[in-house]
């Protein structure tokens, strides 16, 4: 029986768990050739996962951001780049079924297509958030935009942009619109630009957009320019706890390869100490992430707080995880300095979480002004 057969009687989170070894066995090829991780992709479209949180009623599992979190977590165990580039997927499906239970136009006809046609969707939104890169100009019947997008995982395999541009209304001012522009529109271009130190399987090439017309209809947002502002606060909730579980996941395979490698070593009571440091981080770090997640609930509201409680936990991931793939590569010694570990592998992909919005030091800002009154 497939993986795709069990689809009915099993959870997305047991699916990805089969589909491990799979995953595992392309990762370390791809991350050496800094080359999409397209077998794992196809590998996640035939058990379903790529429509995990659609709505049932739609075709999908109907994935809580809880049960989206754990199965990003437990793809982040076998390969990283597959974890981070489909948890940028798995979010923008997650929010759109949130804009589907409130009736707002657009979310079923894409809820279908993601179900129906294995469409994927791609967000620029980490590159974007307050002060989005790009403009737009109105004219008769939508908007032309203009714009390099950066950090654009999976681009050169997507089928959607969700992303943002800035807008200067006559009446409000400063705006940022979310719009829905798909890939093959004229005047969008992806680059072959990704060519980093780590996840270097998510294909997350810029994507420029040059003069690209985007109907009004495809508008799905209006919102003030730099400001976190309600709609956002509900996409931030919705979408970091996603992404960092991916960066969880890749933190913990560096922690199990490190103590399978100690093994040897088990007696020296400094490898028992560094593991132990090890454990307790990601302990801790696995409670702030579920602290969050108990906040944001399945259907979230917009709030300020859970907004920094969200960034919090993102943040104790980022500094857990940097110190336990530290802690791995010591303790598992030299041979997890060599191309082809998964410690070394885990060591350079875990430094991409500092890249995404808010930075750790960010967060302790934001939450230092909310705390005063700022």
Not at 139 to 166: E, I, N, P
Not at 185 to 201: C, F, S, Y
Not at 295 to 309: M, Q
């Amino acid at each position: 029986m497939t993986i795709t057969d069990t689809k009915s009687t099993t959870t997305p989170l047991a699916r990805a768990a089969e589909l491990g070894p799979e995953l595992a066995a392309h990762a370390s090829r791809h991350d050496i050739e800094g080359t999409f991780v397209s077998e794992a992709y196809d590998a996640l479209r035939g058990a379903g996962l790529l429509r995990a949180a659609v709505p049932v009623e739609l075709g999908g599992d109907g994935a809580t951001i809880s049960e989206l979190t754990a199965l990003q977590r437990e793809l982040g165990h076998h390969c990283g780049s597959t974890a981070l580039a489909s948890s940028m997927h798995q979010h923008v499906v997650a929010f759109t079924a949130w804009r589907y239970r409130r009736g707002l136009p657009g979310a079923e006809a894409t809820l279908r297509r993601v179900a129906e046609e294995d469409i994927l969707l791609v967000s620029t939104g980490g590159g974007d958030f307050t002060h989005p890169q790009g403009e737009a100009v109105k004219v008769d019947g939508g908007y032309r935009v203009t714009g390099r997008k950066r950090f654009a995982s999976q681009s050169g395999h997507g089928d959607v942009l969700s992303t943002m541009f800035g807008f200067d209304d006559p009446e409000q001012g400063r705006r940022v619109l979310n719009m829905a522009v798909p890939v093959t529109a004229e005047g969008v271009t992806v680059a072959d630009n990704w060519n980093t130190l780590g996840m270097r399987g998510t294909a997350s090439n810029d994507v420029d957009l040059v003069d690209v017309f985007v109907p009004d209809e495809k508008v799905l947002a209006n919102r003030p320019w730099g400001v976190v502002d309600p709609p956002l606060q509900v996409i931030t909730s919705v979408a970091f706890p996603i992404v960092s579980g991916a960066y969880l996941g890749v933190a913990e395979a560096a922690y199990e390869a490190a103590v399978t490698a100690a093994a040897r070593r088990r007696d020296d009571v400094l490898v028992q100490r560094q593991v132990g440091l090890m454990r307790t981080k990601l302990q801790v770090a696995s409670w702030a992430l579920d602290g969050a997640l108990a906040l944001v609930g399945d259907d979230p509201a917009p709030s300020y707080e859970t907004f920094l409680a969200v960034m919090a936990a993102k943040a104790e991931v980022a500094r857990a995880g940097i110190e336990v793939c530290d802690l791995a590569m010591e303790v598992a010694g030299g041979g997890a300095f060599f191309k082809g570990s998964v410690i070394e592998r885990a060591y350079r992909d875990i430094r991409a979480v500092k890249f995404h919005p808010l930075t750790p030091e960010d967060t302790l800002v934001a939450a230092g002004r909310h705390a005063v009154g700022l």
